[in-house]
């Protein structure tokens, strides 16, 4: 179920999610607009996004122990989180349309929403922490869901 005690590992991606969206907040692509978005699908967002880093942080379990076959979740989380701040490089340098938002990367779909709930989901796995598995779950279904929508909507 998880220990409590602080994560720095929890941190380190917490810090690694809420940077690249503080500049965005300053580089959003023309026409965007999350208005009309579906409120199910917001209020799903919304909770996953306060557990995520809320659970990420009060649990120390994720944070490094030695060596053995559960460092490889650890690793691909890791890996998602790396990947999760090259796609939002390519975005900045890009010339920052929708279609570059809602890019895919590596052939990982609406990369800029798959690849952070993925890492936490691996996360969650690596600490053995259901209740991250679940914010995680909550988070992709309204944040993936969200920019699905969105990208359906982009005109060509």
């Known amino acids: ?80 989180m790396l990947l999760y701040e090259g796609w939002w490089v390519r975005y900045f340098r890009s010339k920052k349309t929708l279609s570059d938002f809602y890019s895919s990367l590596f052939g990982i779909p609406l990369a800029g929403a798959t690849l952070p709930v993925a890492a936490f989901l691996l996360l969650g796995i690596y600490g053995k922490v259901v209740w991250l598995i679940i914010a995680a779950a909550l988070l992709g279904v309204g944040h993936i869901g969200i920019h699905l929508q969105h990208s359906r909507n982009i005109e060509v």
């Open 1 to 80: 179920m998880g220990h409590l005690g602080f994560s720095y590992i929890g941190l380190i991606f917490v810090v690694m999610l809420i940077i690249p969206n503080l500049f965005w907040t300053k580089n959003q692509p023309e026409k965007y607009d999350s208005h009309g978005e579906n409120k199910i699908l917001q209020m799903f967002e919304r909770a996953g996004q306060v557990l995520v880093v809320c659970i990420s942080l009060i649990f120390s379990d994720f944070n490094i122990r030695p060596y053995s076959s559960r460092t490889l979740w650890l690793a691909a989380a890791a890996i998602c």
